[in-house]
């Protein structure tokens, strides 16, 4: 159980933040309720314990690719396919600003935050946010949000303590 390792004031922030990246309160009952049976064992619990960061980890594990994105430094290809989708879930089309986003070419030419920061712009001009947490790690990670809930979403990574900024600055 997550309280093994979280506080309730954690656990809650997760439930929160998922509730506010996922596109439908649907999806968004679905991930809290895969968040609240997440079952952990006696590794998790020892590697997990003091370290409130695992928490964001789980959100990712129970919402990716449906309300968040986890890719490889390099993996421009993932990063491409996984925010067009997460964009598509929200009515919102992302186009790199490229014809083909998924031509070899263009996408041996460019960077995740790279296209962290088109992608971030095109949304942005939709009404929407692309948002990314430092993972600590050479991954990229993050989600889409509606433009009201920053302030929100900054709360609750001081609470789960993760740095969350918009995708115009990627870690």
Known sequence: MLKECFTKAQILAAEQLLTLISPSAA???????????VELDEDDVEEFEDDPQQLMYIVKDVADWESVFFVD????????QSVQQLAEARD??????????????????????????TAHDELHKQGLVLWNWSTDS?????????????????????????????GSEPF
Request: hydrophobic share 45%; charged share 30%; proline share 1%.
């Open 27 to 37: 999806m968004a009952s679905q991930h809290v309720q895969a968040l609240r049976e």
């Open 73 to 80: 430094w390099k993996d421009t290809e993932s990063f491409v």
């Open 92 to 117: 919102a089309e992302v186009t790199f600003g490229v014809e083909d986003a998924e031509d070899e070419d263009f996408l041996d030419d460019t960077t995740v935050p790279e296209l962290m920061v």
């Open 138 to 166: 050479d991954c990229y990670s993050g989600f889409i949000t509606t433009r009201d809930v920053a302030a929100q979403l900054v709360a609750l990574g001081e609470v789960l303590e993760v740095e969350i900024r918009e």
